[in-house]
């Protein structure tokens, strides 16, 4: 059987990810040949600080769909990236690394050899530099993808913000119709098409028990009509509900997906619940990305304590999808 290639950005270099990426290979045997986009020399220093010893086998990208790949050794498109950015405090100095990295998996992407691709954390007060919300944010532009949703996805529960790393104070006036019908739109169809069922999705209110002393209430004016308009189209959608309530074991057992209206109202308690044991999957690329579900972590760098979960679940996703 023919296994496509899982791409594998490391994203920013001063982050825990070729920590929890050499804890993966030691974690279990995977069937997709993984190919690490990252700086040779940045790669060499972190393998001697976290004392972790494997082969490496450097690839030409052009050379890509000839090879016979697994892992074995560590295949890795090497970005010739030579500055000094090993172990040091984030800041805007990662940039062009960073950029090179998803440019290098961009082209490979666009040619067809795979469409599976993981990206490790980044920081986005430094990288993203206010330009993009996010990484989802910054592909969509990269790919010219219009619709698109943050799936916070484990299997028995996954998560979807209609807004996403936006400040509170804009996140009222953000909340419409079309996004979130556009949002539930694309979670239903990638169960659906990649899980092979379809999807019982529950919608939080944004005001505090779907209630609000000011005269429009987001709930009743905007949240209730785009939840008939879905479920006229036969897509399995209820709500608005009480966030405080929601997630109780009782309620959240009736569902597969819970779309909340800004990002911490539902990657708190879902993170709560499972730890590390989710991924962010990005719904309407052209691709399929995953990031684990974690940021670069700068406070454990070098220790090696971090848990490696999360990747483990997104290269797991990517071998089944």
Do not use: W
Not at 223 to 252: C, H, M, Q, W
Not at 275 to 280: G, K, L, Q, R, T
């Amino acid at each position: 059987m023919n296994y496509k290639p899982i791409l594998i950005v490391h994203g920013e270099p001063n982050s825990i990810f070729l920590e929890i990426f050499f804890k993966s290979l030691k974690y279990k045997k995977f069937k997709n040949p993984l190919v690490l986009v990252c700086s040779y020399k940045i790669l060499k220093f972190q393998m001697k600080k976290l004392k972790f010893k494997m082969d490496i086998k450097i690839i030409n990208p052009s050379l890509l769909e000839e090879i016979k790949l697994n892992n074995k050794t560590i295949n890795i498109i090497d970005t010739k990236y030579n500055k000094n950015i090993n172990f040091q405090k984030i800041s805007n100095k990662s940039n062009d690394y960073i950029r090179d990295c998803f440019k290098i998996s961009l082209k490979i992407l666009n040619s067809g050899i795979t469409n599976k691709i993981i990206n490790g954390p980044i920081s986005k007060s430094s990288f993203l530099n206010k330009k993009f919300l996010g990484i989802t944010e910054y592909l969509a532009k990269k790919t010219n993808t219009g619709r698109n949703a943050m799936l916070i996805y484990n299997q028995k529960l996954s998560v979807c913000p209609i807004t996403t790393h936006l400040p509170l104070k804009f996140i009222a006036k953000n909340i419409n119709k079309k996004s979130i019908i556009e949002k539930i739109t694309l979670i239903d169809s990638f169960y659906k098409k990649n899980l092979r069922f379809k999807p019982k999705i529950a919608v939080l209110g944004l005001n505090p028990h779907c209630e609000t002393v000011d005269r429009f209430n987001e709930d009743e004016k905007i949240l209730k009509p785009a939840i008939e308009y879905l479920s006229s189209k036969k897509i399995y959608v209820r709500g608005p509900y009480s966030a405080d309530t929601a997630f109780l074991k009782n309620n959240r057992k009736n569902f597969d997906v819970i779309v909340g209206m800004y990002h911490d109202q539902v990657l708190t308690p879902i993170k709560t619940i499972f730890e590390y044991d989710a991924i962010n999957i990005t719904l309407g690329l052209p691709f399929m990305r995953i990031s684990p579900d974690h940021g670069p972590n700068q406070k454990m760098l070098g220790q090696n304590k971090s848990n490696p979960l999360s990747l483990v679940r997104a290269i797991e996703f990517l071998e089944k999808n």
